[in-house]
T-cell receptor, first 113, second 112 residues
Framework: DTEVTQTPKHLVMGMTNKKSLKCEQHMGHRAMYWYKQKAKKPPELMFV???????INESVPSRFSPECPNSSLLNLHLHALQPEDSALYLCASSRLRVNTEAFFGQGTRLTVV | GNSVTQMEGPVTLSEEAFLTINCTYT??????LFWYVQYPGEGLQLLLK?????DKGSNKGFEATYRKETTSFHLEKGSVQVSDSAVYFC???????????FGQGTTLQVKP
């Protein structure tokens, strides 16, 4: 199984809503990532978890709150988002080794209205 | 800091043409280099990788060689197909930073 599964595939939310994005992998990877991708742009790193602990936060606004409940799951909690937060949110995972590749999910297409 | 620079797109080719997408990088230490492909409406798929100088990554007819002397990792394919139409991202992973960073992406359109 080399899949990273993200749910939901599409999400429309209002600026006062609270929602969560979910990501799951069963490859035994101990590093997990959230990226944000705007149209026609490369993915931008948001957060990195290593051994279920947050190791990198790329100065992401607090309206995005990551959570790693166990080694297979990664959540991104969303609250009070702005229309400019509309994007494709990608989850990825990798082994915690030098020179290892990251595996990406299909992404959640988020629209904030 | 670390960075990746890709050639500007879009690149438009006829089927069976030769493809080159240029990628150069700036990094300290010994990064790993990757090419990812993104089809419309999808996530990123790893196309190939190279982890040290002079390594050649290859997959599905695509190749790229890690050239430390020119800090390059150009993607090539001898004969493209319509199904190769996608956005291609060159990426670098540095153990110094623990981050995977991407170039700007190059859109490839292959016409029958």
């Amino acid at each position: 199984d080399t899949e990273v599964t993200q749910t939901p595939k599409h999400l429309v939310m209002g600026m006062t809503n609270k929602k969560s994005l979910k990501c799951e992998q069963h490859m035994g990877h101990r590093a997990m990532y959230w990226y944000k991708q705007k149209a026609k742009k490369p993915p931008e790193l948001m957060f990195v978890y290593s051994y279920e602990k947050l190791s990198i936060n790329e100065s992401v606004p607090s309206r995005f709150s990551p959570e790693c409940p166990n080694s297979s799951l990664l959540n991104l909690h969303l609250h009070a988002l702005q229309p400019e937060d509309s994007a494709l949110y990608l989850c990825a995972s990798s082994r915690l080794r030098v020179n290892t590749e990251a595996f990406f999910g299909q992404g959640t297409r988020l629209t904030v209205v | 800091g670390n960075s990746v620079t890709q050639m500007e797109g879009p690149v438009t080719l006829s089927e069976e043409a030769f493809l080159t997408i240029n990628c150069t990088y700036t990094a300290t230490g010994y990064p790993s280099l990757f090419w990812y492909v993104q089809y419309p409406g999808e996530g990123l798929q790893l196309l190939l990788k190279a982890t040290k100088a002079d390594d050649k990554g290859s997959n599905k007819g695509f190749e790229a060689t890690y050239r430390k002397e020119t800090t390059s990792f150009h993607l090539e394919k001898g004969s493209v197909q319509v199904s190769d139409s996608a956005v291609y991202f060159c990426a670098l992973y540095s153990s110094n930073t623990g981050k995977l960073i991407f170039g700007q992406g190059t859109t490839l359109q292959v016409k029958p």
